[in-house]
């Protein structure tokens, strides 16, 4: 029997580039139905017939295997449902892609401008002090000093020749999302709920990864305001609410006084104007236009916040010009920040501020 050999050449670039494009789409499909996997499924078998994801060589069967050998699904006896793998993994590609959003060039990790301990070692050096870490220690420039002062014949090196390397501090930083989840966020078929989750999913991934010392919390606010826990992001949705700003600032500014640290701010995103809020126990609402009552208590919390050195970052996703003078308004009482954008680029400028604020001390 003859044998012939030749190298593996490995899987068709073309079946691998196909793999990652179904999984793009199944990823973005189970964001939208809240970590439903049978539900997503149906959907990718649906757009499947539709636009030929599927065919004689794999079809929906297939996908599904591949779900579970990779372990982004596991069956069970009421259909898939997605691991914990699955969720991770879902967390990461949202931070790869709000990363790669960001221009070359800028901020790529975030740290106070105030040189002390505990944090990456700088070029600049400066004199020994009692209780530095010698493992800083600046061998070269300290025996030049002691050089400098008593020649090379008899060389000793004394506590004034000691010179240690600057160290780069990273201060902790307590941030809560606000995310709106009124019927606004998916109304006239724009979606901007599944945005809004993917950046929590990508803060997330960022702040368990990368700095274990931040924390992060997430606020919901519609008729009312509740925390989640943030192993339930993947199941946020909006549903038939009004917009009560002020309950979600007001649970947030709780959450940010029993968090340690110096650095504190809240990211709100929203698409709607404040159209409730709580009064004598019961809920009063106005959706026409801008209520004067709501409006002003709403804007006495940003003023709070300012005074508990709390800043808001407002991410907004209305044009309307109303709305938005509203928003600048609460901006200007908190000496907070606006962006002034829409559901495809906010990610970007999230991150952005999120990095860019970990920097320095926040007033």
Not at 15 to 31: F, G, P, S, V
Not at 80 to 98: A, V
Not at 185 to 191: A, T
Not at 288 to 305: H, S
Request: proline share 4%; net charge neutral.
């Amino acid at each position: 029997m003859h044998f012939d050999y030749t190298r593996w050449q490995g899987p068709n670039p073309g079946d691998m580039e196909r793999m990652r494009q179904l999984m793009d789409i199944y990823r973005n499909l189970l964001l939208q139905t809240g970590g439903d996997v049978e539900e997503a499924l149906k959907w990718m078998e649906h757009f499947g017939r539709e636009y030929g994801f599927f065919d004689e060589r794999f079809g929906v069967s297939d996908f599904r295997k591949l779900l579970e050998e990779s372990g982004e699904a596991e069956r069970t006896p009421q259909g898939f449902r997605m691991t914990p793998s699955g969720e991770r993994r879902i967390r990461q590609d949202s931070l790869n892609e709000m990363f790669s959003s960001l221009r070359a060039g800028g901020p790529g990790d975030h740290r106070t401008p105030v040189a002390g301990k505990g944090g990456e070692r700088l070029s600049e050096t400066r004199a020994w002090q009692f209780g530095d870490d010698l493992a800083n220690l600046d061998a070269l420039g300290s025996v030049s000093n002691a050089v400098k002062r008593q020649g090379v014949d008899d060389l000793t090196l004394g506590e004034d020749d000691l010179e240690v390397f600057e160290q780069e501090q990273t201060s902790a930083c307590a941030t809560v999302l606000m995310v709106d989840v009124s019927h606004s966020m998916i109304l006239y078929g724009e979606d901007r709920i599944t945005p809004a989750k993917r950046i929590a999913l990508a803060l997330t991934q960022l702040v368990q990864t990368r700095y274990p010392k931040d924390t992060l919390d997430v606020v919901l606010f519609g008729d009312d305001a509740k925390q989640v826990r943030l192993a339930d992001l993947m199941g946020i949705q909006a549903g038939p609410y009004h917009t009560n700003t002020r309950a979600g600032l007001q649970m947030a500014r709780r959450i940010l006084a029993s968090r340690k640290g110096v650095n504190k701010q809240i990211f709100m995103i929203t698409d709607g104007k404040p159209s409730c809020m709580h009064e004598f126990g019961r809920l009063y609402k106005n959706p026409f236009g801008l209520d004067p009552k709501i409006v002003n208590k709403t804007l006495e919390e940003a003023v709070y916040c300012r005074r508990k050195r709390i800043t808001i970052t407002t991410f907004m996703l209305a044009a309307d010009t109303v709305l938005l003078e509203f928003v600048r308004k609460l901006t200007e009482l908190n000496h907070g920040r606006l962006y002034e954008t829409d559901p495809q680029n906010i990610g970007a400028y999230v991150f952005r501020d999120f990095v860019r604020n970990r920097r320095k001390k926040l007033h």
